[in-house]
């Protein structure tokens, strides 16, 4: 497989150093101020190594995309670094970004909204070639169709139009449009999300054969476990803008120390009856808080069943717990022990929600 | 007598493009207390299947029968559905940000709804009764939140107030189409533990629509499976996932990624779902079938009995032998598993 254990030796392709990432958010005052601030990421530290494949997982609002966007340099970061092939480019201008783009690529969630409907597939998948000022005419459409077949599409389809393609067919046209350039780092955001299972499948594969045959690089951001444990080597969780969990992915699946990986884990569906009726189930009660007044302290705390006094007073920092390997980090300041359950900690389906909810 | 009898329902629709056939001849019946799982890929018509026996396809052309309690919902007077909808038979639906109306308060769209089939009820009453069931489904403060707009609740605490507003007046059938599709894991697991609290103190049946085959093995009892309007595979939940017959279901599970089987390529249905614009005569799945030989694109199989299980129904001409049937799978996946690997590996 790929350099999942490579670690602390290699220079990661890409880097985030304590990166934070904020949005006005309410009203604004006279002078124009924003008069809250929204924390979407908050010092976030994360290294995805040449080949391999780093997944992103958590909920809807953690600011897994916001974390992504800010990598792809989508969006200017409020404080910290980002880094890319040992070079911090955090701070290039548009135009000194420009070669770096066609080094980073993004697909998008939505197969539907992210090709324009009234533009042919070719001149779609061709944009990067005319954008960058490569290939022209002739060898522009062979390069186009030459990508249309990597990505299993019928290189004939060149003049159609997106809306004669089904859903997985138009996310293979963005994959096609992203491998375009021959880029070395790929951030599939939501690649599979809108897709039903059996399509799902037919893209994961093509992903998963792409990586092995160009040698690409993925950061993988889904709300899905069983997607990501399936085309990752190693998987961050994120809880309201902060990394509360990373390792391998049996780190994460086989030895979660963060009462969130736990419960996140066990909230997850899974298709044999005879696991989901004898495994424990932890229903996790309220809601995500607002990322404008987020708790104090460990973000999860007013979830969290193992939550004590020191919880909420200072922030836990990501480390190694007690016997873990270095790359195994956990931010907990009463992390589970190997094989202990959540439950036993949770009174009764803990439905009611103890605290209020989002506003 | 059962609860729900749908007997041979077939809609379809007439377009500019030609008769969309969505349904074409589905029965199942489901009792009391009991939960029906409707699973398939998009357009396979399960949405329309249970949206036409609460009578929301206008437009449609419908035939078959849909017995709720020995009522034939498809037949029956408006006065008497009136009765029915709404009030014994509840509906969840997948987005519960537009199935809120955004300029009222909630307490007032719950009360408006009680009321409506209940016109005994004091406005005080119903909104009590409403407050009442906020709190069941685990809505905090209920009293205070009954006053608030759908854009102050979360899309979890929406859809609980889906529920509730479904749950209002104790309905016998419960109609839930992708309730928490829209919803995150954890907000998802506190949705379906609602249902199935709800369920058994209540003695509600459930039929629940969905293409996540996890959520259908944690809730359950019996599975459909639906493919091009037709029932593909109807049989009771373990046999579903560990015995299944049709190839279609089948291809469903391979799709899947395993758990614990790590990073490996997974195996998807060929092809994608079939336009149920004039379709071909012959099984609707032969052209995405591995199995597929001469009978299947000739004639459409019936659902019949399979494995001397009078629960399991496949519709396949496939042997309906449990040994020779896992004989023909072990065959085809030795045979892909050679035709994958190079020279030394095709040996076998």
């Not at chain 2, 459930?206 to 019996?222: M, P, R, Y």
């Not at chain 2, 614009?277 to 004639?299: E, K, M």
Request: glycine letters at 8%.
């Amino acid at each position: 497989m790929t350099a999942s254990t490579a670690g602390s030796t290699a220079t990661p392709l890409l880097e985030a150093r304590a990166v934070s990432k904020e949005f006005p958010a309410g009203g604004t005052s006279l002078t124009g101020r924003a008069t809250e601030v929204l924390h979407a990421v908050d010092r976030v530290d994360l290294e995805v190594f040449p080949g391999e494949t780093v997944g992103l997982v958590g909920e809807t609002g953690c600011g897994k995309s916001t974390l992504a966007r800010c990598l792809a340099r989508l969006y200017d970061v409020t404080a910290g670094e980002v880094w890319f092939d040992g070079r911090d480019v955090t701070h290039l201008s548009r135009r000194e970004m420009r070669p770096l783009r066609r080094d980073i690529q993004v697909i998008f969630q939505d197969p539907y909204g992210s090709l324009n409907p009234r533009r042919r597939v070719g001149s779609i998948i061709g944009d990067a070639f005319a954008i960058h000022d490569l290939e022209k005419g002739a060898a522009r459409k062979a390069r186009v169709q030459e990508l249309m077949e990597l990505v299993g599409l019928n290189p004939e389809h060149y003049n159609r139009f997106p809306a004669d393609f089904s859903g997985g067919q138009r996310q293979r046209i963005g994959v096609a449009r992203a491998l375009a350039l021959r880029p070395r780092m790929i951030i599939c955001d939501e690649p599979v999300s809108a897709l039903d299972v059996s399509i799902q499948a037919q893209v994961l594969n093509l992903l998963i054969d792409l990586q092995d045959e160009l040698g690409l690089t993925y950061l993988f951001i889904t709300h899905d476990l069983s997607v990501v444990r399936h085309v990752s080597n190693r998987i961050a969780v994120m809880y309201l803008g902060r990394v509360v969990e990373q390792g391998t992915v049996e780190d994460i699946f086989d030895g979660a120390r963060h009462p969130y990986t736990k419960a996140l884990l066990s909230a997850l569906p899974t298709p044999d009856p005879d696991v989901a009726d004898s495994r424990e189930h932890v229903v996790l009660s309220g809601d995500l808080p607002s990322a404008v007044d987020p708790p104090s302290g460990c973000h999860f705390h007013p979830r969290c069943p193992r939550a004590r006094a020191d919880c909420h007073e200072q922030q836990p920092p990501l480390e190694p717990v007690d016997g873990d390997p270095v790359d195994h980090t956990t931010a907990c300041w009463h992390p589970l022990a190997h094989g202990e359950s959540l439950t036993s900690a949770v009174p009764g389906l803990g439905i009611p929600a103890p605290e209020e909810g989002e506003p | 007598m059962r609860l729900l009898e749908v007997q041979d329902l077939r809609v379809s629709f007439s377009t500019d493009d030609g008769i969309v056939e969505a349904v074409r001849g589905v029965s199942f019946d489901l009792d009391r207390s009991h939960t029906l799982g409707i699973v398939g890929e998009s357009g396979s018509g399960k949405s329309v299947c249970t949206q036409t026996i609460v009578g929301l396809t206008r437009g449609a052309t419908v035939t078959g029968n849909a017995f709720f309690d020995g009522v034939d919902l498809l037949t029956a007077q408006p006065d008497e559905l009136r009765g029915i909808r709404g009030k014994r038979i509840g509906m969840i639906f997948q987005d519960p940000l537009s199935s809120l109306h955004p300029l009222y308060r909630i307490g007032w769209q719950i009360r408006e709804m009680i009321q409506a089939h209940d016109s005994s009820m004091t406005r005080q009453q119903a909104r009590t009764r409403a407050a009442e069931l906020l709190g069941l489904v685990g809505i905090p403060h209920p009293e205070e939140r009954l006053d608030d707009y759908p854009h102050q609740f979360s899309g979890g605490m929406r859809q609980r107030v889906m529920i509730a507003m479904a749950m209002a007046l104790n309905p016998d059938l419960l109609v839930a189409d992708e309730p928490t599709t829209a919803l995150d894991v954890t907000v998802q697991a506190q949705v379906l533990a609602v249902m199935t609290r709800l369920q058994r103190e209540f003695g509600t049946a459930i039929v629940l629509i969905t293409h996540d085959l996890g959520v259908v093995a944690e809730v359950a009892d019996d599975v459909v499976v639906m493919h091009a309007g037709v029932v593909m595979e109807h049989a009771p939940r373990r046999e579903t996932f560990y015995h299944h017959h049709n190839p279609y279901t089948e291809g469903l599970f391979d799709s899947l990624p395993a758990v614990g089987a790590g990073r490996r390529r997974l195996t998807p249905i060929a092809g994608t779902p079939p336009s149920v614009i004039d379709l071909p005569p012959g099984c609707s799945f032969a052209p995405r079938c591995p199995y597929a030989f001469d009978r299947c694109w000739v004639s459409e199989p019936p659902l019949a009995r399979v494995f001397g299980d009078v629960h399991h129904w496949s519709a396949c001409w496939l042997p309906a032998d449990l040994v020779a049937r896992t004989a023909i799978r072990d065959r085809l996946r030795a045979e892909t598993a050679a035709a994958g690997e190079t020279a030394e590996g095709a040996a076998s």
